[in-house]
C-alpha cells in the first residue's frame, strides 16, 4: 500500500508510491510522450486488441453486445497498472496526520484509474469530435459519482496529462481519476478562501470572477453557458480557466445536455491552444467541491484550469512558491482568441 | 517595473515579467542547457572576455591589480541582464494586496543577480574544489547581507538551477540572487510551522529534525558541523536537505570558516549526486531567516534544499499540490552514501 507522509517543515502532503517506479519511464527525462501519425501502436497497452494489457475495464462505453475487455469500444475505463494508490482498508484522511509529531506517515489507500479517450492512439482530446468529447466529459461524471459513493474517500481529483513535458508516461490518449481519503490541500485552500470571501460580505468568489472577465480583455470564449479566460495571475504562460456561467458547486451534477455544452467549449478551447501554441503539453484538471460540502452550496463554482507547460519552473519558484511569469495573460487570451 | 499579482482564487503570489519574454529560449522546451566538454565558450556572456556582454560587475573576487569588467576573475557578481525584478522606488510588501479585492496587483521591485561561480564554463558546482565552492558560499551570504540592508526588502532569495530541465538557460554555472519586496509564501509557511511547532513546546523544529535524521537511514553526511538527510517527504526523488548541526536562524550570520566548512560538506553532497545520478538537472536553494527577523531567534534554523530533477511534475501535482514521489528517501540516501 501507498503512504501518506507529511514534510515535518511544511505539512505538506506527499504519497510515496514506490510501486509506481516500476515504470520504466518513470525517471526519463521528459520528451518521451510525443504523438506523430494516426491510427494503432502495437506497442500501446490502450490500444484496441491490446486489452489483456491492462486489468479489466471498470466502465466502458461501446455498442450494445460487444464483450467485455475486447475491441470495439468508443471509450473504455481501467484501474492503472501502475497505480500511485489501490483499494484497502479505510485509511486516514491526513487530519490526523497534522496533529504534532515530527515524522508523520500512515498507509493510504484509494482509486487510481484510466479513462482511454478513444481508440484512436493518435487523438488527443482537441482532435477528438465533439459526441467525443463530450463522451468523456460523462465519463468524468460517472467515475467522480461512483468513487464518492466509497467508504473514506474524501476527494476524487480528475487530470489529463497531453504530451511530452506533461507528466504523461504514455501517449495514447487519456485521463486519470485519483479517489483520495483526503481533500487535496489547494482545493482545501480554494475552498477556504471561497468560504472567506463570502462571509467578507461578497457572493460566490467565481461568478464575480466571470462577472469582473466576461468582458474583459482575458475572456478566451463565452458560449453555450460556459466561459473560459486566462488567469489574471497565472502559474504557467497561457493558464486558461473554464468555468460554467450560472454558479454550480459540483461538477459531478451536470445533465448530460450540461456535459455536451461542456465538451464542445472545452473543445474549441483545447483547439485555440493545439493551433495557437502548437499543440503544445498541457495539463488539464477539474477542481469540484470535496465530498464534505453540501451537493449545492453558495460559495464553492466548479471549473476546469488548462496549464499549456511551454515554460519550466526553476529554483526560484521551488524555493519561494511564488511563480515568474513572462506572457501576460491579456496577451495570451488575444492569441488564443484568434484562433479559435 | 514587473507588476505582482495575486491568484484571486488562492491568494498566490505572481510575479508578471514579460521583459524577461525577450530572453530567446524563455518559451523553449527543456533540455537545451546541458554541459559537456572543458574550457570557455565563445557566445556565453558568463565566459573570461565576454565582460561586455552582462551589466557592470557589482562584486568580483579577483587578483589586485586586475581591472573592473575584464578577465582574470574567480567569481563575478552581476545584475541579470533580462531581470525578473528591477530597482525602484519602494514598492508594497504583498500585504497590502491580500486585503479584499478581486484582482489585485501592484508594482514590484527588487533586485535580480547572477553569481557567476568560476571562469570555467563547463564545471558545474559539484567540480569545483573546496576553495571555489566555499568563494560561491562567500558570494551567497555578502549578496544577502548587502540586500537586506536596501529599504523595501523583505527577503532574499538565493537559487541554483543546473542543467537543463532545470529551469537554467545558461549552461555557465551559476546562482541567481532574488532582492524581493515580501517573503515568500514557502518561507513564510516554514516560519509559521516552526513558530507553532516552538509555542506547542517543542524547541527549534529544525534541530528536532536533526536529531532524529542524524542516526538515521535517511542521513546522508554529517560532516564539520553539517548535517545532510534524504527529506522525509519528497517533492522530488532524491531530495536532500544541507543543515548546520547547530542552531543558527541566519546563514548570512555565517563567518568564513563556517563558509568553507559548508562549502566543503555541500562539495561532497553535490558529488555523490553527480555521480549517483549521473549529473542530474537539479535545483539548490537557500532559506534563512526573513529580514524582518531578529538576527537570533530560537525557532527559525537556516538550510540548503537540493531538488534533482528527475521526475517531472504532472496535472495531479498540479491539481492538488500534492506530490506522489516514486522513490523512498531511504533507498535514495543510501545510493547517495555509497557515493560519496
Same mark, same amino acid.
Given at each position: 500500500?501507498?503512504?501518506?507522509?507529511?514534510?515535518?517543515?511544511?505539512?505538506?502532503?506527499?504519497?510515496?508510491?514506490?510501486?509506481?517506479?516500476?515504470?520504466?519511464?518513470?525517471?526519463?527525462?521528459?520528451?518521451?510522450?510525443?504523438?506523430?501519425?494516426?491510427?494503432?501502436?502495437?506497442?500501446?497497452?490502450?490500444?484496441?486488441?491490446?486489452?489483456?494489457?491492462?486489468?479489466?475495464?471498470?466502465?466502458?462505453?461501446?455498442?450494445?453486445?460487444? %464483450?467485455?475487455?475486447?475491441?470495439?469500444? %468508443?471509450?473504455?475505463?481501467?484501474?492503472?497498472?501502475?497505480?500511485?494508490?489501490?483499494?484497502?482498508?479505510?485509511?486516514?484522511?491526513?487530519?490526523?496526520?497534522?496533529?504534532?509529531?515530527?515524522?508523520?506517515?500512515?498507509?493510504?489507500?484509494?482509486?487510481?484509474?484510466?479513462?482511454?479517450?478513444?481508440?484512436? &492512439?493518435?487523438?488527443?482530446?482537441?482532435?477528438?469530435?465533439?459526441?467525443?468529447?463530450?463522451?468523456?466529459?460523462?465519463?468524468?461524471?460517472?467515475?467522480?459519482?461512483? &468513487?464518492?459513493?466509497?467508504?473514506?474517500?474524501?476527494?476524487?481529483?480528475?487530470?489529463?496529462?497531453?504530451?511530452?513535458?506533461?507528466?504523461?508516461?504514455?501517449?495514447?490518449?487519456?485521463?486519470?481519476?485519483?479517489?483520495?481519503?483526503?481533500?487535496?490541500?489547494?482545493?482545501?485552500?480554494?475552498?477556504?478562501?471561497?468560504?472567506?470571501?463570502?462571509?467578507?460580505?461578497?457572493?460566490?468568489?467565481?461568478?464575480?470572477?466571470?462577472?469582473?472577465?466576461?468582458?474583459?480583455?482575458?475572456?478566451?470564449?463565452?458560449?453555450?453557458?460556459?466561459?473560459?479566460?486566462?488567469?489574471?495571475?497565472?502559474?504557467?504562460?497561457?493558464?486558461?480557466?473554464?468555468?460554467?456561467?450560472?454558479?454550480?458547486?459540483?461538477?459531478?451534477?451536470?445533465?448530460?445536455?450540461?456535459?455536451?455544452?461542456?465538451?464542445?467549449?472545452?473543445?474549441?478551447?483545447?483547439?485555440?491552444?493545439?493551433?495557437?501554441?502548437?499543440?503544445?503539453?498541457?495539463?488539464?484538471?477539474?477542481?469540484?467541491?470535496?465530498?464534505?460540502?453540501?451537493?449545492?452550496?453558495?460559495?464553492?463554482?466548479?471549473?476546469?484550469?488548462?496549464?499549456?507547460?511551454?515554460?519550466?519552473?526553476?529554483?526560484?519558484?521551488?524555493?519561494?512558491?511564488?511563480?515568474?511569469?513572462?506572457?501576460?495573460?491579456?496577451?495570451?487570451?488575444?492569441?488564443?482568441?484568434?484562433?479559435?
Amino acid at each position: 500500500m501507498a503512504e501518506l507522509r507529511i514534510n515535518p517543515v511544511t505539512g505538506e502532503r506527499v504519497i510515496l508510491s514506490p510501486r509506481r517506479a516500476a515504470r520504466p519511464a518513470d525517471l526519463a527525462r521528459p520528451g518521451d510522450a510525443q504523438g506523430g501519425g494516426r491510427g494503432l501502436e502495437a506497442g500501446c497497452p490502450f490500444c484496441p486488441g491490446n486489452e489483456a494489457e491492462t486489468p479489466l475495464e471498470v466502465m466502458v462505453r461501446a455498442p450494445e453486445g460487444r %464483450l467485455p475487455d475486447q475491441p470495439g469500444w %468508443l471509450l473504455r475505463v481501467v484501474p492503472n497498472l501502475y497505480p500511485a494508490l489501490e483499494p484497502g482498508k479505510r485509511t486516514g484522511d491526513g487530519t490526523a496526520s497534522r496533529e504534532p509529531g515530527l515524522l508523520q506517515s500512515s498507509p493510504v489507500a484509494g482509486f487510481h484509474e484510466v479513462i482511454i479517450h478513444s481508440p484512436d &492512439h493518435h487523438a488527443g482530446l482537441a482532435e477528438l469530435d465533439a459526441q467525443g468529447v463530450a463522451r468523456v466529459m460523462e465519463a468524468y461524471r460517472d467515475r467522480v459519482l461512483a &468513487h464518492r459513493r466509497e467508504p473514506g474517500i474524501g476527494y476524487v481529483q480528475v487530470i489529463l496529462n497531453h504530451g511530452g513535458g506533461s507528466g504523461a508516461s504514455l501517449s495514447h490518449s487519456h485521463s486519470q481519476v485519483f479517489a483520495l481519503p483526503f481533500v487535496p490541500s489547494r482545493v482545501e485552500l480554494e475552498m477556504r478562501r471561497a468560504r472567506a470571501w463570502r462571509r467578507r460580505g461578497g457572493g460566490c468568489l467565481f461568478c464575480e470572477l466571470i462577472e469582473a472577465e466576461r468582458r474583459g480583455e482575458r475572456l478566451v470564449l463565452d458560449e453555450g453557458g460556459f466561459i473560459a479566460f486566462c488567469a489574471f495571475a497565472p502559474r504557467f504562460p497561457f493558464e486558461t480557466w473554464l468555468l460554467p456561467r450560472a454558479h454550480a458547486s459540483r461538477f459531478e451534477g451536470s445533465d448530460d445536455a450540461g456535459l455536451e455544452a461542456l465538451g464542445e467549449a472545452l473543445r474549441h478551447l483545447l483547439g485555440s491552444v493545439f493551433r495557437g501554441l502548437g499543440d503544445p503539453p498541457y495539463n488539464l484538471y477539474l477542481h469540484t467541491s470535496p465530498c464534505y460540502a453540501k451537493a449545492s452550496h453558495p460559495y464553492y463554482h466548479w471549473h476546469f484550469e488548462l496549464l499549456p507547460r511551454l515554460a519550466e519552473w526553476g529554483g526560484f519558484e521551488m524555493a519561494s512558491d511564488t511563480v515568474i511569469c513572462t506572457v501576460p495573460p491579456e496577451e495570451a487570451a488575444g492569441l488564443l482568441r484568434s484562433r479559435l
